[in-house]
């Protein structure tokens, strides 16, 4: 049902991790330092993925989630620098601060339903990100959530897009256009 906090934390042998069925909770810190980590599936849905719950993975490469997330707080993702890829086929009620912040390869990320909220600096310097895929509607894009990143060509929202925070998409030089899909903003 859930994982602790620092649970499996400085494990330095791990090299994957699958998880079959739902979670609750990805404790704070659960894998942190795991720098030999490389994937992450889960086949269901979870709840909380804590604060720096993977933060420091540094060979992690691709995330995938066949379910719905609940909310992935700050520093979630932050400096998995070897991070390409991240997908989840449901929605995401939040995206916390910072969450993959310095996940510098990271090229696509896709979601597969409905986001409630994409917090402050959540994309910050993902140099490589190229293309969001978003399939449902976005209540909010905050603060320099994607500030900068100037491989950024695609983003796509397939519903109605709330607000988007201050700085957001500033220096995005890549960006040529903002589709979004289903009724507007």
């Keep these: 049902a859930s994982i602790g906090e620092s649970a499996f934390s400085y494990c330095k042998n791990l090299t994957g991790v699958t998880i079959q069925g739902d979670v609750g909770t990805i404790g704070d ?8 980590l490389t ?7 979870v709840g ?10 540094e060979d992690l490469t691709s995330v995938a989630i066949q379910g719905n997330v609940g909310i992935i707080e700050a520093s979630a993702f932050y400096y998995c620098r070897a991070l390409t890829s991240v997908a989840f086929s449901g929605g995401i009620a939040a995206i916390g601060k910072m969450a993959f912040d310095m996940c510098q390869k990271l090229v696509k990320v896709t979601i597969g339903g409905d986001v409630g909220s994409i917090g402050e600096s959540a994309f910050f310097r993902c140099e490589d990100l190229a293309a969001v895929d978003i399939s449902g509607k ?4 905050g603060k320099s959530a994607f500030t900068n990143l100037n491989n950024l060509t695609d ?4 519903g109605t897009l709330g607000s988007i925070g201050y700085g957001a998409f500033a220096g995005c030089e890549g960006l040529t256009a903002f589709p979004v899909v289903e009724g507007g903003m």
């Design 48 to 57: 909380t993925i804590g604060d720096s719950a993977f933060s420091f993975c």
């Design 138 to 141: 976005v209540d909010s894009i």
């Design 29 to 36: 810190s659960a894998f942190s330092y795991c720098r030999t």
């Design 39 to 45: 994937g992450v599936a889960i086949q269901g849905d």
């Design 155 to 158: 983003f796509r929202v397939g």
